[in-house]
């Protein structure tokens, strides 16, 4: 029997309760014991003075689905022990004999290469059981790829022969293990789903009693009616609704906040189970291609290409582009290329890159996706300091990293997400109690995404527990500087076993 006890600490317990002094003891990889108590014999000490011992962290939308196989360690070093992967659409299964087109489709997000791609959910769950060491993982099947797999890039109403192989599919996978379902409604081809086809297969959640997460069709000029529609949805199909990165994007949108947010407490009032989530920072991050119309991704990257290359079908994509841009162009900053020929361009917004190149920005957009074969990322300031709080204060909303790998410059919050909380948002801007803080990484996504042994310092729960120091965590990474570790957390304990020790 092994031991462990983390003595003399200051217990959160994730539920969102005052924190209290205690002992904490760990036994075979469970808490077996809380409160004030002698030490067992045979037991290592741990003194936590000074210290606060909570939940092992969960980070509740994140797009690790390649990267937690790796042993990659940015994410134990912030205090996390779980991840929900497959969010937005995007998840490595289910994959077909030619697994190409689904790594087309996905390798923007996944950072990967051409080996990569699972049957089916209970493939890759029992893989990421052997091989991730350092988190738990728990996987939403993304819409996104079960589409690829039944219908390929082809975007638009699907015949109703295939619609029934998706929710075969689906089916398959909620019952072998998966967590819930995801849509991206802002990338193609999901962008494309007719309401009907969600539906469908919202019901298939709906009867699993799993979890429906979805990146809606706008978060700016029709963010209403995105809320709206997954609403109705929610409602029509019973399922649990997850809203996922809330937020209004834009100057024009930032006063949509206010209803949206009046929209889902409604909702909720009414019996729909929804919730949504939010990273603690202004921009987001995500593919080039997502300032595009998605109809011009029908087919895939080289029907894009082609089009790219036709004057006249390039005309009518900038201006659908321009006509659909929320944000400013000095507000998007090039994160990532494919080549090192643009590898200068990393870190500049759109409108320096205009002017280095004597170009108008809307054009320099489609030159860099041509160039670069569509294989670039960018990072967009959205919103305001004042959604942000609102946002992230709000009663429903559980704080997530939203966080993916990049060929060049991440978004801070692959690093720091949880200790930029727990320390800038919550110590200095005093935005919330930790009590609060700790209960949106912990307590509240376990129970959102039916994690029922973990999220809890309880006794019998998993030990998966996070130890850091109140007073100096922090997360200091920056847009510049994305890659800077955080610091103060000490201890961090997957299932009992320690795989942090600062």
């Known amino acids: 029997m092994t031991r462990t006890l983390l003595q003399n600490g200051t217990l959160i317990d994730g539920a969102g309760a005052a924190a209290a002094p205690g002992d904490l003891l760990i036994e075979d990889g469970r808490i077996a014991r809380i409160g004030r108590f002698e030490a067992p014999a045979d037991c290592r000490l741990i003194d936590c003075r000074g210290l606060t011992v909570a939940p092992g962290f969960i980070d509740g939308h994140s797009h690790s689905d390649l990267q ?14 779980a991840e929900v992967v497959g969010n937005c659409g995007f998840s490595p299964y289910p994959a ?28 890759y769950l029992d893989e990421a059981a052997r091989r991730s060491r350092f988190v738990n993982v728990l996987s939403l099947v993304g819409h996104g790829s079960l589409r ?17 192989a998706m929710e075969r599919s689906l089916s398959e996978a909620l ?32 009867r699993h009693g799993k979890l429906y997460a979805t990146h809606m069709r706008s978060y700016s000029w029709h963010l209403l009616e995105a809320i709206d529609e997954q609403l109705e949805l929610a409602r029509r199909s019973g399922c649990r609704l997850q809203i996922s990165h809330l937020q209004a994007a834009g100057r024009s949108n930032w006063n949509k906040l206010a209803p949206a947010l009046e929209r889902i407490d409604k909702a909720r009032a009414e019996g729909i189970d929804v919730a949504f989530d939010m990273y603690p920072y202004l921009a987001g991050s995500t593919v080039l291609t ?5 109809s011009a991704l029908d087919g895939g990257t080289p029907a894009l290409l082609a089009r790219l290359e036709d004057r006249e079908q390039r005309k009518q994509i900038l201006a659908a582009m321009i006509s659909q841009m929320a944000q400013g162009w000095s507000d998007i900053f090039i994160s990532a290329v494919g080549s090192a020929a643009n590898g200068n361009l990393v870190g500049k917004h759109l409108a320096q890159i205009a002017e280095l190149r004597g170009r108008d920005p809307a054009e320099v957009v489609l030159d860099l996706l041509v160039e670069e074969k569509a294989d670039v990322n960018m990072i967009s300031f959205n919103q305001n300091e004042e959604n942000l709080r609102k946002i992230l204060t709000h009663p429903l909303c559980l704080v997530i990293s939203d966080g993916f790998y990049v060929k060049g410059r991440p978004h801070p919050r692959l690093f720091g997400t949880f200790p930029f909380l727990l320390g800038e948002t919550c110590r200095e801007k005093r935005w919330m109690s930790l009590p609060e803080a700790v209960h949106k990484i912990t307590g509240f996504p376990a129970r959102r995404f039916g994690l029922k042994d973990r999220g809890l310092l309880k006794t019998g729960y998993a030990a998966d527990i996070t130890v850091f120091d109140a007073a100096r965590v922090s997360g200091p990474a920056t847009y510049d500087s994305p890659e ?5 957390i000490r201890y961090v304990f997957r299932n009992g076993a320690a795989v942090l020790e600062a």
Not at 98 to 123: K, T, V, Y
Not at 290 to 294: G, R
């Open 148 to 164: 690829i797999a039944h219908a390929g890039p082809v975007q638009g109403t699907l015949p109703a022969a295939k619609l029934e």
């Open 96 to 123: 077909g004999a030619d697994r190409g087109p689904l790594q087309e489709f996905a390798n923007g997000i996944f950072r990967g290469r051409d080996d990569w791609g699972w049957l089916g959910a209970r493939a």
């Open 290 to 294: 997502q300032l595009l119309p998605q």
């Open 175 to 206: 019952a072998a293990g998966a967590g819930g379902f995801s849509t991206g409604l802002m990338y193609a081809p999901g962008s494309s789903a007719p309401p009907d086809e969600l539906l469908r297969l919202c019901r298939v959640v709906a």
């Open 68 to 81: 937690v196989l790796e042993e990659r360690r940015e994410k134990s070093n912030q205090g996390v022990t």
């Open 484 to 488: 800077t570790p955080p610091t103060g």
